[in-house]
C-alpha cells in the first residue's frame, strides 16, 4: 500500500489509487457473497459423503501417493478426500466446485493443525499445489481464441498441459524444500520432528520434550462417528440405483465423446473437433450432476439421513464466508491500489531490458505480473494481445496458455488462509510464485518448440 501510495503520488494518479482501493474492498464483499450459496451446496454435499464414509474410502484408495505428499496427514483422515476433490475439480476446471471443495479441505487441515495462526507443512504444500493444478482444459483462454477467430484454438490444450505439469512439479518440490529452511520456520513454537512415524502431527516444545497429538483428538466433527466411515454395506436396492445411475452417465458421456456411435451429428463448435477436447469437455459437463445425484443416493443406501445431514453441512458456509472476508479485502485493495498507482507498469518498464536479451516476448509481461494477483485483470490483458496480434500469433498463444497454466496465489492464500485464520503463511506464497514463474517459462519456452 505505501508503494502504491509513492508511485502513484510519483506519477499524479493517487485518485487512481483511491479508486483502486474502494473497487478492491467492493470486489472482495461481491466475491465472498458470491460464494456463500454454492459453499453451502458442497459443504451440505461433503457431510453427505463424510457421513456415507465416501470421502476416507477416496483417501484409502490413493493413500500411496498422498501420504509421499501429505506425510504428517493420517491417511484415513478425511482431509485426504478433501484435497484429492479440490485437485481433480481443478482438473476439469469447475471453479465454482474446485473452490469450496479447497476451503473445505483447509478446514479439514486446520483439525490437525497444533499452532492456530500458522499455515502447516500440509496447507502450505495443498496451496502450491492450487496455485498450479494440472489443467486439462483451459476452456477460458480456449474461448477467447475462439472468439477472436483463431483457426485453432485447442492448440492450446497440449501446451497447457505441460506447462502445468512442469509447474506443478516445482510447486511440488518447492513446497518440500522450502519447508526444511530456518527461514520459513514457525516464528512462535517449533516442532521436534523427529519423535513419532510420518502422518502424526505433534504439539509444540513443553520443557524441552515434544509430545504427539492424536489425530483423532483434533477432528473437527461434532461426533466421533464421522472420522470413521460407517461399518454397515449399502442397501441392496441402493447398489442397484447407483449401478443405474453410474450406467446412465456413461452413456451420456459416450454420447458427448463419440456423436457418430449413435448417428447424432458432430459438435460445429471449433474447440470440440479434437476427441479429446471432447472427453475433458464431457467430463467438466457431467462431473457435477453426477456427483450431486450420485452423493445423496450413496449416503441414503447406508442409512444417512439425507436431508438433515446436509443442511447441517450448509449451516457452516456462514461462518466460513465471514471468516474470508476481512482477509479478501485486504488483499485485493492493496492490490487494487498497486495497480492503479501504475506499479504494474513500471515494473514492465523496468524488466523489458532484462528481458529483451533473452528473447522473452515484452507483450506478456504485463500479463505475467498480473496474473499472481488479478484474475479479471489478466483476462483482459490476453483479450488485448489477442485482439492487438491476432489469435493464432505465436505470442497471442503463448499469453493464451500462460493464462491456462497459472493461477491468481494472492487470492487464493487470502481466500484459504482467511477462511481458517491464518495469518503466518510461511512458504506457502513464494512456493505459489515459483510455480507460476516456472508456468509463465514452460509456456513460453513449449510454444516456441510446437506451435
Not at 312 to 340: C, D, H, Q, S, Y
Request: hydrophobic share 50%; net charge positive.
Amino acid at each position: 500500500m505505501l508503494l502504491a501510495v509513492a508511485i502513484g503520488g510519483w506519477n499524479d494518479r493517487l485518485k487512481d489509487v483511491t479508486g483502486g482501493a474502494l473497487d478492491g474492498a467492493k470486489t472482495a464483499v461481491t466475491i465472498a457473497l458470491g460464494l456463500w450459496g454454492i459453499m453451502a451446496l458442497w459443504l451440505g454435499l461433503m457431510r453427505l459423503a463424510e457421513r456415507a464414509g465416501l470421502v476416507q474410502r477416496i483417501a484409502y484408495g490413493l493413500r500411496p501417493l498422498m501420504q509421499r505428499l501429505f506425510p504428517e496427514v493420517p491417511p484415513d483422515h478425511p482431509a485426504m478426500g478433501s484435497m484429492l476433490m479440490n485437485m481433480a475439480a481443478n482438473m476439469l476446471g469447475l471453479g465454482n466446485a474446485a473452490t469450496p471443495l479447497g476451503l473445505r479441505a483447509m478446514r479439514d487441515l486446520e483439525s490437525l493443525n497444533p499452532r492456530p495462526g500458522v499455515a502447516s507443512n500440509a496447507m502450505c504444500t495443498f496451496l502450491a499445489i492450487n496455485t498450479s493444478s494440472v489443467q486439462l482444459i483451459p476452456a477460458t483462454a480456449i474461448a477467447i481464441l475462439a472468439a477472436a477467430g483463431s483457426a485453432r484454438p485447442t492448440a492450446i490444450v497440449g501446451t497447457a498441459f505441460f506447462a502445468t505439469l512442469c509447474a506443478a512439479t516445482v510447486a511440488v518440490l518447492s513446497a518440500k524444500f522450502f519447508e526444511r529452511l530456518s527461514i520459513f520456520r514457525p516464528r512462535r513454537e517449533s516442532i521436534d520432528d523427529r519423535d513419532g512415524p510420518p502422518g502424526h502431527p505433534r504439539t509444540p516444545h513443553r520443557g524441552g520434550v515434544a509430545t504427539r497429538q492424536q489425530p483423532a483428538d483434533k477432528f473437527a466433527f461434532d461426533d466421533d462417528s464421522l472420522g470413521q466411515p460407517p461399518l454397515s454395506r449399502p442397501a441392496q436396492w441402493g447398489l442397484i440405483a447407483l449401478a443405474l445411475l453410474t450406467v446412465f452417465f456413461v452413456m451420456l458421456f459416450l454420447r458427448m465423446v463419440m456423436p457418430d456411435l449413435f448417428r447424432l451429428p458432430m459438435p460445429t463448435d471449433a474447440t470440440l473437433q479434437n476427441p479429446f477436447a471432447r472427453m475433458v469437455n464431457a467430463l467438466s459437463i457431467l462431473a457435477i450432476p453426477f456427483l450431486l445425484s450420485f452423493f445423496p443416493i450413496y449416503a441414503a443406501a447406508r442409512g444417512i439421513k439425507v436431508y438433515d445431514e446436509f443442511v447441517e453441512g450448509a449451516k457452516e458456509a456462514f461462518n466460513v464466508i465471514l471468516r474470508i472476508i476481512p482477509f479478501l479485502v485486504t488483499m485485493l485493495v492493496a492490490i487494487g491500489m498497486f495497480k492503479g498507482a501504475g506499479g504494474i507498469d513500471l515494473l514492465t518498464k523496468l524488466l523489458s531490458p532484462v528481458l529483451t536479451p533473452l528473447h522473452f516476448p515484452t507483450d506478456l509481461v504485463p500479463l505475467a505480473l498480473m496474473r499472481p494477483l488479478s484474475g479479471s485483470a489478466t483476462l483482459a490483458l490476453l483479450t488485448d494481445v489477442v485482439h492487438r496480434l491476432g489469435p493464432d500469433n505465436i505470442i497471442s498463444l503463448m499469453a493464451a496458455t500462460i493464462y491456462g497454466s497459472t493461477e491468481t496465489t494472492f487470492y487464493v492464500a487470502a481466500v484459504y488462509f482467511g477462511s481458517v485464520g491464518i495469518k503466518q503463511t510461511r512458504h506457502a506464497i513464494p512456493a505459489g510464485l515459483l510455480a507460476d514463474l516456472t508456468g509463465v517459462i514452460a509456456s513460453v519456452i513449449i510454444c516456441r518448440a510446437v506451435l
